[in-house]
């Protein structure tokens, strides 16, 4: 069992910025990589970034040089720094972790203002 306790969202005005964390604990180490995925009202749930045991990241376009996925090993936390953020960002922001199955953490709302 893993376990992912996310924080960090918020309400920001466009282009400001969040630092999302998430926390594992449990049986870290049987996690193959861990992931933000976001979901907005009415849509389905999406990937965001991904960063793999190895350290190879992953964005969706819509993303990429605004967000930067990171890990500290030492505290097991993967972070989400999103930059200059837009409307269209707004979702709940969960936390994911992959190993013979998915774990999620219990998501945490970010809210962009016009």
């Known amino acids: 069992q893993v376990r992912l306790v996310e924080s960090g969202g918020g309400l920001v005005q466009a282009g400001g910025s969040l630092r999302l964390s998430c926390a594992a604990s449990?049986?870290?180490?049987?996690?193959?990589?861990m992931g933000w995925y976001r979901q907005a009202p009415g849509k389905q749930r999406e990937l965001v970034a991904i960063i793999t045991s190895g350290g190879s990241t992953h964005y969706v376009d819509s993303v990429k040089g605004r967000f930067t996925i990171s890990r500290d090993n030492a505290k097991n936390t993967v972070y989400l720094q999103m930059n200059s953020l837009k409307p269209e960002d707004t979702a709940v922001y969960y936390c994911?972790?992959?190993?013979?199955?998915?774990?999620w953490g219990q998501g945490t709302q970010v809210t962009v203002s016009s």
């Open positions: 994911g972790a992959t190993t013979i199955r998915n774990f």
């Open positions: 449990g049986n870290i180490f049987s996690i193959n990589s």
